[in-house]
């Protein structure tokens, strides 16, 4: 008895906790489907900020790179050739010698006249350098042993001395002498010369009793003079002849008309020393710059002859023929090479007859090959074909267009020619997907309050550089994806561009706008929003509700954003809004 008693209350406590467990499951589901509800009749907006930016519209085609010129060389004279200097395929510099009808006396009497003319340059440089007005200081320092004269040519007194005068930069003098007893290095000692004037001198060197001794001069004593030498106090222990030391000649040529310096003096670097006559020195260079002149026609005219046997290169260029032999007898008019110039490089690009109205002379160009990757080049059309070539009923037109630095671009190479039609720089932009065309004009959804425009920014970085890399992702539909899809949802994530979380509570106004250039991405807004606005459409992605409903299907989230690119549909990019 008390055992069934038992069993009927277990019985009674289990279903009591399975009504709870099966209301509580229902109160659940209420909650959810009311969730769900209230977030499946929120708009499922993309967002976009008006930003700075260019927008750029052109023509592209393709072309291949060629020579802007070709140049033939015709030989001007008859001969044999002696040497060919370079073969097809070469890069030759304008005056480069392609070939050579070698002429011995021609060159030797060439070469005896460079010499000549470079004997004759130096004696000119030498008569300009004696047109210099004055003799100036070579150093610092104390005139020494001034020899010189006014009216005196200072040639005499070099060629009488060996210098006009000299520089002490130190102010010291010093003798070598046989000494009665051996001194010590650095030992002091006094020197007297003639006059008996006392200086004091310090031994420098020392061999035996033989010594090199530095004195100290105030401008008394001169290069020569002979003095006796003496230790303290005043034992004369030897004698000798004193000389400058380091001492720097002062040389030069012309007639002296002033002297600007007594011996003794201190003078500085470059100070005027003496004024010179400079008449002869004038007539001198004058009779030698005709020399060098005459020099100079000498060779010219010996060089016009030696153009009848060196074959220049009027141009710089590759050689693509080379038709010499050495050994080979030329006749005069015979083809003998051919150049293409590699500097000056240009493309020619088929434009179509529905574009070709937009395409002017002088038009800038920005130019891409495939085997110089990352790199853009820019150019300049040049000529615009007057008749088309036609196919099938559709004419296009050849246009050229030149390299402006064609750097490391070969002939030959394929490249993408864009030419920039139309340009707007730094102007308020929007993607074009962002826009709604209607009879009258555009108008967008202005987005006039409840955004999260740090979120939305966010959202737009990384839709946009999906877009960019064409991406999407495909999640797998099990239900635990779903589930954690779902509860993204409900937290406040983003289950397709735009997302219900990011577009609950946004206010949006229709706001008319006038627009000027538009290319495939972009289009440029010139009235009705300003830089900073947000701007929504309404996209159709897939719904909490779709969710829940896809069984065993699969979710795919899409990087590309709204508009006729999303999905990974290709996207080129002219223009880009400034961030």
């Not at 003639?194 to 200086?199: D, E, L, S, T």
């Not at 061999?207 to 004369?236: C, F, M, N, W």
Request: proline letters at 2%.
């Amino acid at each position: 008895m008390k055992k069934r008693r038992v069993v009927k209350i277990i019985r009674n406590v289990i279903v009591v906790l399975v009504l709870a467990a099966v209301a509580f499951g229902i109160y659940l589901y209420v909650q959810q489907q009311n969730a769900l509800k209230a977030l499946s009749e929120v708009p499922n907006y993309s967002f976009r900020q008006v930003a700075k930016g260019n927008v750029d519209i052109g023509v592209t085609a393709k072309g291949v790179v060629s020579s802007h010129s070709s140049t033939t060389v015709v030989l001007g004279w008859a001969g044999t050739v002696k040497n060919v200097n370079f073969e097809a395929g070469d890069i030759v510099e304008e005056g480069d010698v392609l070939a050579v009808i070698e002429d011995d006396d021609l060159k030797s009497n060439i070469q005896a006249a460079n010499n000549t003319l470079r004997q004759q340059e130096i004696t000119l440089q030498k008569q300009l350098d004696a047109l210099e007005k004055t003799v100036d200081a070579p150093a610092t320092g104390r005139i020494k042993e001034l020899k010189a004269q006014v009216g005196e040519d200072i040639s005499s007194a070099v060629g009488a001395y060996g210098q006009v005068c000299w520089i002490s930069p130190d102010g010291m003098m010093e003798l070598t002498a046989d000494l009665d007893i051996a001194l010590q290095l650095h030992d002091k000692v006094e020197v007297s010369d003639k006059r008996n004037i006392v200086y004091s001198g310090r031994v420098t060197a020392v061999t035996g009793t033989k010594a090199t001794i530095e004195i100290y001069d105030d401008a008394r004593l001169s290069d020569g003079d002979h003095v006796t030498v003496l230790t303290y106090p005043s034992q004369i222990i030897g004698e000798g002849d004193v000389t400058i030391k380091n001492g720097i000649k002062v040389t030069g040529s012309g007639k002296i008309t002033d002297i600007h310096v007594q011996e003794g003096d201190l003078v500085e670097r470059g100070q005027v020393l003496f004024t010179l006559d400079t008449k002869d020195a004038k007539l001198s260079y004058e009779s030698q710059t005709i020399s060098v002149a005459d020099a100079q026609r000498k060779i010219a005219d010996l060089r016009k002859d030696q153009g009848k046997s060196e074959l220049l290169s009027p141009v710089r260029g590759v050689l693509t023929e080379m038709n010499l032999l050495e050994g080979q007898n030329a006749n005069s008019g015979q083809t003998v090479a051919k150049l293409q110039d590699v500097d000056n490089l240009e493309t020619v690009i088929n434009v179509d007859e529905l574009d070709i109205a937009k395409v002017k002379v002088g038009q800038k160009v920005d130019i891409t090959l495939e085997a110089l990757e990352d790199k853009t080049y820019t150019g300049t059309v040049t000529k615009i074909a007057v008749i088309g070539v036609n196919s099938n009923n559709f004419a296009t037109y050849p246009v050229t267009i030149a390299f402006d630095d064609p750097g490391d671009v070969k002939i030959g190479m394929s490249c993408e020619a864009t030419i920039n039609i139309e340009s707007a720089k730094n102007v308020n932009v929007l993607p074009v997907e962002m826009l709604q065309r209607g009879r009258d004009g555009y108008s967008v959804l202005l987005v006039v309050g409840g955004l999260d425009t740090g979120a939305a920014h966010d959202k737009e970085v990384e839709e946009t550089a999906a877009t960019a890399t064409n991406g999407s992702r495909t999640g797998g539909g099990n239900m635990m994806q779903r589930a954690q899809m779902m509860q993204s949802a409900m937290m406040g994530g983003n289950t397709s561009s735009g997302g219900n979380a990011l577009s609950m509570g946004v206010q949006t106004e229709l706001r008319e706008v006038q627009v000027g250039l538009i290319n495939e991405d972009y289009a440029q807004i010139l009235s009705g929003l300003e830089e900073g606005d947000w701007v929504a459409t309404e996209t159709k992605g897939s719904s909490i509700m779709d969710m829940m409903m896809m069984g065993g299907g699969n979710v795919t989230v899409v990087e590309g954003g709204p508009g006729p690119n999303a999905g990974g549909g290709e996207r080129s990019f002219q223009a880009a809004p400034d961030r």
